[in-house]
């Protein structure tokens, strides 16, 4: 099955710099990426995604990047702001969906004033 | 954009009772719903997959008859933890998926805190 973990399980950074948050994978036949944001006592909110034909992404002040030769993705997040500070989890998918996700165990993103 | 909804948000029980937790998917037809647990401060786990119409697979080490699944409609899965201890007390979450393409994100519930005494 997929395996899916964080470098760091804390992040602290100013407000309004830009914040990186890793990830590793293990099952190179995860085709399919995604970042959740989770705030304390909610769901995880999707925040971006990228297939594997890809390797960068751009959303609103969000990029993911991955890197299929070291097995590894990243979030980068501008100009983080306080609203920013929460649980970010990469998930990976290799069966289209139907196996559900698997969770790496998540950075806490703090934000510094 | 797809919505999940999860009821309760949380609820306090005694040991020995169960529980049942609902997940309605509100503006798209769930076929499949994913149910997750999560321990404080750890990750999501995928506890088992709930099938519209036939029985939940679960995941290895989950027991299928205190974590009972039904998935009778295609808007509504239901979790019940039967005989509810301690031990069970988590953050149970669920989650589905709008079945278009190949690869979508799932859509995830804003969980349900369940402690028992």
């Known amino acids: 099955g997929e395996s899916v973990g964080l470098h760091l399980p804390t992040l602290s950074v100013q407000e309004g710099d830009n914040s990186i948050i890793n990830c590793a994978y293990s099952n190179s036949a995860s085709d399919y990426f995604i970042w959740y944001k989770q705030e304390s006592g909610k769901g995880p909110q999707f925040i971006i995604d990228?297939?594997?034909?890809?390797d960068k992404r751009q959303g609103q002040r969000v990029t993911v990047l991955l890197n299929k030769t070291v097995k590894h993705l990243s979030l980068q997040i501008a100009a983080t702001q306080p609203g920013d500070s929460a649980v970010y989890f990469c998930?990976?998918?290799?069966?289209?969906?139907?196996?559900?996700?698997?969770f790496g165990k998540g950075t806490h993103l703090i934000i510094q004033p | 954009g797809a919505v999940v909804s999860q009821h309760p948000s949380w609820v306090i029980c005694k040991s020995g009772t169960s529980v049942k937790i609902e997940c309605r998917s509100l503006d798209f037809q769930a076929t499949t719903m994913f149910w997750y647990r999560q321990f404080p401060k750890q990750s999501l786990m995928l506890m088992a997959t709930s099938n519209e119409g036939s029985k939940a697979t679960y995941e290895q080490g989950v027991e299928k008859d205190k974590f009972l699944i039904n998935h009778a409609s295609l808007t509504l899965s239901t979790l019940t933890v039967t005989s509810a201890h301690p031990e069970d007390s988590s953050f149970y979450i669920c989650s589905s998926q709008v079945p278009s393409s190949y690869n979508s994100p799932l859509h995830f519930g804003n969980g349900t805190r369940l402690t028992v005494t």
């Open positions: 990228i297939r594997s034909n890809m």
């Open positions: 998930a990976g998918d290799s069966g289209g969906g139907a196996d559900g996700l698997t």
